[in-house]
Each structure stands twice: as C-alpha cells, then as structure tokens.
C-alpha cells in the first residue's frame, strides 16, 4: 500500500491531489521553488522540500531535482498532477528506477501517445481513423506536397506537446510555408522538438473527449464523455459533462474506441482520449493525453468518483471491477470554467501582481479549485491559471446557472481576470442553445481578437514582460521557454510582427 506521495506539481491541482491524499489518510508531500514557499499547496502539505529557482527548468522541471526530493522526504510514490513531468516517460522511469511508485501510465504507453505521428499509427491499427492528414517526414518540401493531398484549410500541428502551441491554421497554399516557419519555431521553444505534422482542418466539429481508467488486470472502462469544443486558439475555456451533442449509441461508439486505443498501448491508469465529431455522428481520433485532465472535475462531479482516487488505487493494485459501476451513466450535469490572470481586452495577455483581494464563492453544487491565495504574488513564472470553478445542477442549464452566480460571487482584486469573459460566453446564445464548436469563440464576437489590437502595443507589452519581470529586475540569464509571461507569442497570441 502507498503510504506517502510526493505531489511533483504546485498550484491548484497540486491542493487538489492533496486534498485526496488526506481523506484517504495518506502523507502529502510537496516542492516549491524560491517564489512559491508560501504557496497554498505548500501550506497543505505535510511536508514540504525547496527545490529551485522559480524558472521551471531548475526546479518544477528537473527530473533530479524531483526524485531526490521525494527519496528524502521518504515517499514512496509520486503523483505528477497534470503539466510539467506529468507526460514525461523520462521521468516516470526515473521515479521507477530510485524505487518509487510512478503514479501514471506505463512510460511506454506516454512515449508512444506523447508523438502524435505515432499515435496517429496506433489509432489506425487499433481500427480508430484519425483525423486524415499526414505524420511522417517533416522536411517543408514533403509538407507541401501532403498540403496538396489532404487539402486546404488545414492544419499544421507540432508533433509532440499540446495546448495549442506550434499549431497554424492555413487557409491556402500561399500561407503554408509562413505556418510552417512559425509552428517549427514554436514547437522547438515549447517542446523542444520541432517536428510537424499535418492535419485536415475539419469544420464545423466538436472536441469531444472520453474519460478511461484501466487497471492493472487489463480491465479498461470508459467514464463518460466532456465536451470541450469551447476553445480560444485551441486552448480550453468552458468545459461540461456531459456533452449535450451524445446520446447513448454515440455515447457507446466514443467509449469504444476509447477504450480499444487504450487496449492497443497496455494502457494503466486515467487519461483521456481526444476526438473531433462532426454533426452528423462521424468522429475522428485527435490525440491521447496520458494524464489527468484540467477539467476532471466536471467527471466527478456527475459520477461522484474520485478519478485521483483511481489513480492511486490502480497503482496500488487495484481491479476496476471491484470498485466501478459497469455501466455509469451521468448524475445531472456539470460546467466549469477556467478562471486566468489574463487581460481580455488586451488580447488575453497574462498578468502579473499582487492578489489584493479574493473572496471565493460557494454554495450548493459548487466546487473551486484554487491554486493561490489572498496577499500572493502572482508570478510571471508559471501559468497564469488561478482556479477552476465547477458547478453541478439536475441538467444543463441548472448547472449553467449555477456557474454564473459563481462567477458573480467570485471577486479578485489585483491583476485583471477573464471572470466577466467567463460570463459574457456562459450567457450567450451559443452556450445557452448547446450550439457550441470549436471555432465558436473565435467567430462569436465576444473575444477580443489579436489582430485587432494595435501591433504595437502587443510587440510593446511583450517587450516589456520579456525584458523585465514583475520586480523590476533587468534577467542576464536569457528568457525562460517554458514562462507563458516569456512566451508571449505562442502562449495566448499570434507573434506580433518584428517580435522575436
């Protein structure tokens, strides 16, 4: 039995995973670099190890730095909460190595799953079509000639990674080798890789992904489906469970192939199976992430299980079929929304600051994730994401309303919010009617777009956040790749031109 579990991430899923290990009388140990030492999940925790600068790369992203944390606190396993080395076979065959339990997937299963061209491969033989386009050779001659076959508009993907980084639309062949230019330097900043494929840009879809959890006995099950079709330049804003574009024989074809892909990699644990569905019931496999999921909660909240529970049962051994219902089926329905420090009307650029104020709301069916606290600094180091904001009702639009009220409820004074975006999009037609797609953000009129905002002030502003952080400080050592705030260009924005 797992006794002590070092949680390798920081801010709120790193509470969240705690919060878990505490119910179930386990110890929760954390780490924290040089400007979290007075994080929340610190405070949490039952004890705690600094482990590093704030720039990821010396301290949330190294591997060594990780593991000797956790063999010195004596843990005896290590979960890595979702980011950061949660997608790292590196890392888990590390933790495995120095004799602790990996809580996660097989690191073969991650390496095959985290290459995109790959688990295009692994979809096909499974009998899972994937979204038709192209994952072989990256040379720019060869792209544009599968261009030509797969046809415009489509998109040019960074192999490895997600998030929505190193990826282009193109709308014809004379934008192609621009995108191209642009994803390959994105993806190498991001990632490290610059490797590209290709995919037909299919329109109008939804991004419908399925919930898995499978044991160590090959049992696989499928935990219903989210829909999280509404996405500002591929990034995830609202989310729900479940998607009110299933019903139950779309619902049995989704969790099939879920959990035939899951089959196909001996897959062991959570992750979630990534999929485009067009209107008429066809879908298309996107990708497998090999993780917990940001939006996990809305799950649980209509299943009334503990998906990190899961996890850490699996790894102990335990058989699905001992604990899950056969056959789940949605308890009423749950919407969350993801609450940043981000400035809407300027393009969504990140924040920074002082949290002078937060008051959190509650109340019935309500649920808040949060990663920070009042009087913190919310620094330029990490994602800007504060909290999640999950509310359940009896159906949809009683969970809708209770989201809203929330949200109302929710007060931050400090660095700007989406809170009154979050809003505006829960209030809007689209939402209301369940008409929502993946390109319904960027046509609604509610975002305000980059391109609309003066070049100028977006080479201006990343100029500033590049060259200085929040203290002033002129940084000698170059930016930090994995910094949304150093990032400028390929976190939320398109590069403005001139900028580097």
Not at 97 to 123: C, N, Q, S, Y
Not at 466 to 484: A, F, I
Request: proline residues 6%; glycine residues 10%.
């Amino acid at each position: 039995m797992i006794q002590r579990v070092l949680v390798a991430n920081r801010g709120e899923i790193a509470c969240r995973i705690i919060r878990t290990l505490r119910a179930l009388g386990k110890d929760a140990c954390a780490i924290y670099s040089d400007v979290d030492e007075d994080a929340p999940h610190v405070r949490l925790a039952d004890d705690a190890r600094p482990i590093g600068r704030a720039p990821a790369a010396d301290s949330y992203l190294n591997v060594v730095k990780v593991v000797t944390a956790a063999c010195d606190m004596g843990c005896d396993a290590v979960h890595p909460g979702y980011g950061f080395l949660s997608e790292s076979a590196a890392f888990a065959e590390a933790c495995t190595a120095a004799g602790l339990v990996f809580i996660g997937p097989p690191p073969d299963a991650i390496r095959r799953m985290g290459d995109k061209a790959e688990a295009r491969r692994v979809a096909e033989k499974a009998g899972v079509s994937p979204v038709p386009g192209y994952g072989g050779p990256d040379d720019d001659a060869t792209l544009a000639l599968e261009a030509r076959r797969i046809g415009y508009p489509l998109l040019v993907k960074a192999a490895m990674g997600g998030g929505g980084k190193g990826m282009r639309k193109v709308g014809c062949e004379a934008e192609l080798e621009g995108a191209i230019a642009a994803a390959r330097r994105e993806a190498q900043g991001a990632f490290g890789d610059s490797r590209l494929m290709l995919e037909r840009y299919i329109h109008p879809s939804r991004h419908i992904e399925v919930q898995i959890l499978a044991d160590t006995h090959g049992q696989v099950a499928s935990v219903l489906e989210r829909e999280c079709s509404l996405q500002r330049r591929h990034q995830k804003v609202v989310e729900e469970c479940p998607s009110p574009a299933v019903d139950e024989g779309l619902r049995a074809r989704l969790s099939d192939a879920a959990v035939k892909l899951a089959k196909a990699v001996d897959y062991v644990g959570a992750g979630t199976i990534e999929l485009l569905v067009e209107e008429d019931g066809s879908f298309w496999f996107l990708e497998m992430n090999t993780r917990l999921q940001v939006e996990h909660g809305v799950t649980e909240m209509v299943t009334g299980e503990d998906l990190v529970q899961w996890q850490i049962a699996i790894a102990e051994g335990a058989r699905l079929a001992d604990g899950l219902p056969e056959v789940l089926a949605p308890r009423g329905w749950a919407v969350e929304a993801r609450v940043y420090a981000e400035n809407p009307e300027s393009g969504f650029l990140p924040q920074v600051g002082h949290l002078d104020r937060l008051a959190l709301p509650g109340g019935p069916g309500v649920r808040v994730d949060c990663g920070v606290r009042e009087g913190q600094e919310v620094t330029r180091h990490y994602d800007p994401l504060l909290m999640k904001i999950v509310a359940g009702g009896r159906d949809r639009e009683h969970a809708r309303g209770r989201l809203v009220a929330a949200l109302r409820d929710l007060h931050v004074i400090g660095p700007a919010t989406n809170i009154a975006y979050l809003i505006d999009v829960l209030e809007g037609d689209a939402f209301r009617e369940g008409k929502t797609f993946t390109h319904t953000l960027e046509t609604s009129g509610v975002p305000v777009a980059p391109d609309e905002i003066p070049q100028a002030v977006l080479a201006l502003a990343a100029l500033s956040l590049t060259k200085r952080g929040p203290d002033g400080l002129g940084r000698e050592d170059g930016l930090d790749r994995w910094s949304p705030y150093d990032r400028l260009g390929d976190f939320r924005l398109v590069p403005p031109e001139g900028a580097s």
